[in-house]
């Protein structure tokens, strides 16, 4: 068997249905009415790690927090309502799955009241692009509240191009999250403005190699899932490649310094969990928080590999 196919069937052989879904329609082009196709999609929330997750779930939808609250829906870090949210999106489950719409529905409720932050005054790019992102995902791109974050999220660009979740007169490589979210977006669904807004962003990250902004950040070059508000390469060539710029040269060493993670069986490895920060790190997550996996860190990863195969293939190297 071909190194390839042999990969292949690594990732098939999985019981995970969103790892078999995106192999069968990314990677081998197989159409929405497959047989395979269809019965990965029927599987996604009834066996795997979305299924894991529901079962999770408190009765008015929400997770790990004993109320309902935005605190609530946001704290403990990294496993209450809001990561549960994104990584599900992540994941491949949409609204179509009554729990997932109960969660998705709570949280935009609680979060799209006028104080809340998808576009009210406590936005802020990290978490109001990564919930437009998971929302958009989930089924709910075309809700108000969520045209409303979005709207945000475009006057929060800087003159640079980029984004910052701090205050700062300029971006930077960690303030992805604007960008992602409207990666995820139907293109029939982006204005002029938006369309101005992500070539200034995916020019912002292509200036810099994706990953060069002063010294050298460590966990910048480590693969890690879930990424939750954090960067690192993989998630920038994501990004870019779903925009359409996997052709541009300026990709290529951080396209070379993926490549070089494989192993001798063509594989990733999850290489960190977050939060990974370094110990002089000025910025260090004070607040409790518990750190959630879906592959430990050290080992090959069905979901990283699928995710580098994917930008290899987009940028034109698989």
Not at 57 to 73: C, F
Not at 124 to 133: L, Y
Not at 176 to 204: H, Q, Y
Not at 297 to 315: D, E, F, H, Q, Y
Request: overall charge negative; proline content about 7%; charged content about 25%.
């Amino acid at each position: 068997m071909a190194a390839d196919a042999r990969l292949i069937h690594w990732l098939l052989a999985s019981d995970e249905p969103s790892v078999r879904l995106r192999v069968l329609t990314e990677l081998l082009g197989r159409g929405p009415t497959d047989p395979e196709v269809l019965a990965a999609t029927e599987a996604l929330g009834t066996t795997g790690w979305g299924a894991e997750i529901l079962t999770r779930q408190l009765p008015e939808g929400h997770w790990d927090s004993p109320g309902t609250t935005r605190r609530d829906l946001y704290t403990p870090k990294y496993i209450a309502t809001n990561w549960k949210l994104i990584v599900l999106a992540d994941l491949g489950l949409t609204r179509a799955h009554p729990q997932v719409a109960r969660a998705a529905e709570l949280f935009l409720a609680v979060e799209g009241a006028p104080d809340g932050e998808l576009g009210g005054p406590d936005s802020e790019v990290c978490f109001t692009g990564n919930a437009v992102r998971a929302l958009s995902r989930l089924g709910y791109g075309d809700d108000p509240r969520v045209a409303s974050a979005i709207a945000w999220l475009l006057d929060a660009q800087k003159e640079d191009g980029g984004w910052h979740c701090f205050p700062s007169a300029t971006g930077t490589l960690d303030g992805w999250e604007a960008l992602a979210a409207f990666a995820a977006l139907p293109r029939a669904r982006w204005t002029d403005r938006l369309r101005r807004s992500v070539e200034a962003g995916a020019e912002f990250y292509l200036s810099r190699g994706l990953l060069h902004e002063g010294a050298e950040y460590a966990p910048w070059t480590r693969l890690h899932y879930p990424v939750h508000y954090y960067y690192d390469v993989l998630v920038g060539l994501g990004m870019l490649t779903e925009l359409g710029y996997g052709a541009d040269p300026r990709l290529g060493p951080a396209l070379d310094l993926l490549e070089s993670k494989r192993d001798s069986e063509g594989r990733w490895s999850a290489e960190a969990s977050h939060p990974d920060l370094p110990v002089d790190e000025e910025y260090q997550v004070r607040t409790p928080h518990y750190p959630f996996v879906l592959e430990p860190a050290g080992r090959p990863s069905r979901w990283i590999t699928l995710n580098a195969l994917a930008v290899l293939r987009k940028a034109g190297r698989g």
